[in-house]
């Protein structure tokens, strides 16, 4: 019986262990472009910790793999906001915003406005093609 509890107990922590070890996880990152995107994806995997890190332009959803023993999605979040991006809880010093580039900055409605243009251009085009 002692023998069974121990095994039972190893694998619980083993099963509990491995499962910190890839964490998954999501953050709302702001942001308008494929610039925008590498950025974001090279500061989270250039944190300690992070395994994967896919930003989407549309959606602005980070979507996050992580030793959970080693960061957590706050650490992550600050380190987005270090190279400029907000994120839903956190927001960028206007320092850290200023860095972005000139086409990045997703706090003007008008640059958003022209990154939207562009989407719908591509569209199009890509809708010419198909006739």
């Given at each position: 019986m002692k023998k069974i509890l121990i095994i039972t107990l190893l694998l619980i922590g083993t099963t509990t262990f491995a499962q910190n070890k890839n964490?998954?996880?999501?953050?709302?990152?702001?942001?308008v472009c494929l610039m925008c995107k590498a950025r974001i994806e090279k500061a989270c995997l250039t944190s300690k910790g992070v395994k994967s890190a896919v930003w989407n332009v549309k959606t602005h959803e980070l979507k996050l793999i992580y030793d959970a023993r080693k960061t957590d999605l706050k650490t992550i979040s600050t380190t987005v906001t270090k190279v400029g991006h907000d994120t839903?809880?956190?927001?960028?010093?206007?320092?850290?915003?200023?860095?972005?580039?000139?086409?990045?900055?997703?706090?003007?409605?008008?640059?958003?406005?022209?990154?939207k243009d562009e989407e719908e251009g591509e569209k199009h085009k890509n809708d010419d093609h198909k006739h």
């Open positions: 964490q998954k996880g999501s953050l709302e990152v702001d942001g839903k809880e956190l927001k960028a010093t206007d320092e850290a915003y200023a860095t972005v580039h000139p086409c990045c900055r997703y706090r003007d409605t008008k640059i958003v406005d022209d990154h």
